[in-house]
């Protein structure tokens, strides 16, 4: 893993920056990492083909504070949160890695707490630390919106144990990032 690059004006540029993510799936010994073998051959001015964008999800920036939980492969968009952030406003990161390595310095103009959850070896599809982190996480006074992005049945799981906690729906976004393959 390494630092988040960005485009400082994409619009002006009309450049394109990309963060990738790839979960090795073991075939019989051969791990497969399609992404990996196509950034591996790509090189500075080489085309490619870009879908999208889809619609996305605005968050109303009135909320007192935002809890934001993601694994990896939401460090890109958790980012992007945190750069957009404006300043002042409380934001508590928690966020998942394989190891101390895979840490990454993210810049926030916001009241921001992260702390880094390192796997060291357990599987990122399963429950884990940041389920802990969301049951132990200190109270955040005000209205808290929830942010969480991980393997898909955590993101639900998650949800859940939110919403039967009394946080409203409307107050919480779980997006499933990726699915494992039982």
Same mark, same amino acid.
């Given at each position: 893993?390494?630092?988040?690059?960005?485009?400082?004006?994409?619009?002006?540029?009309?450049?394109?920056?990309?963060?990738?993510?790839? +979960?090795?799936?073991? +075939?019989?010994?051969?791990?497969?990492?399609?992404?990996?073998? +196509?950034?591996?051959?790509?090189?500075?001015?080489?085309?490619? =083909?870009?879908?999208?964008?889809?619609?996305?999800?605005?968050?109303?920036?009135?909320?007192?504070?935002?809890?934001?939980?993601?694994?990896?492969?939401?460090?890109?968009?958790?980012?992007?949160?945190?750069?957009?952030?404006?300043?002042?406003?409380?934001?508590?990161?928690?966020?998942?890695?394989?190891?101390?390595?895979?840490?990454?310095?993210?810049?926030?103009?916001?009241?921001?707490?992260?702390?880094?959850?390192?796997?060291?070896?357990?599987?990122?599809?399963?429950?884990?630390?940041?389920?802990?982190?969301?049951?132990?996480?200190?109270?955040?006074?005000?209205?808290?919106?929830?942010?969480?992005?991980?393997?898909?049945?955590?993101?639900?799981?998650?949800?859940?144990?939110?919403?039967?906690?009394?946080?409203?729906?409307?107050?919480?976004? =779980?997006?499933?990032?990726?699915?494992?393959?039982?």
């Amino acid at each position: 893993a390494g630092g988040m690059q960005q485009v400082a004006e994409p619009h002006a540029t009309q450049e394109l920056g990309a963060d990738a993510v790839g +979960h090795g799936v073991d +075939h019989g010994g051969a791990v497969v990492r399609r992404i990996h073998m +196509h950034a591996e051959r790509a090189r500075p001015g080489d085309a490619i =083909a870009v879908g999208g964008p889809r619609a996305s999800f605005v968050v109303a920036d009135d909320f007192d504070a935002y809890r934001i939980l993601g694994d990896e492969t939401a460090l890109p968009a958790i980012g992007r949160w945190l750069e957009e952030l404006p300043p002042g406003r409380r934001a508590q990161v928690f966020v998942e890695i394989p190891g101390d390595a895979d840490r990454q310095d993210l810049a926030s103009r916001g009241d921001v707490a992260i702390t880094w959850l390192p796997r060291d070896g357990a599987p990122a599809h399963a429950e884990g630390r940041l389920e802990q982190a969301l049951r132990t996480a200190a109270p955040i006074a005000g209205d808290v919106f929830h942010w969480i992005a991980c393997e898909s049945r955590r993101a639900r799981a998650m949800r859940k144990a939110l919403e039967e906690a009394g946080v409203p729906g409307d107050w919480i976004r =779980a997006t499933g990032y990726w699915k494992h393959a039982a």
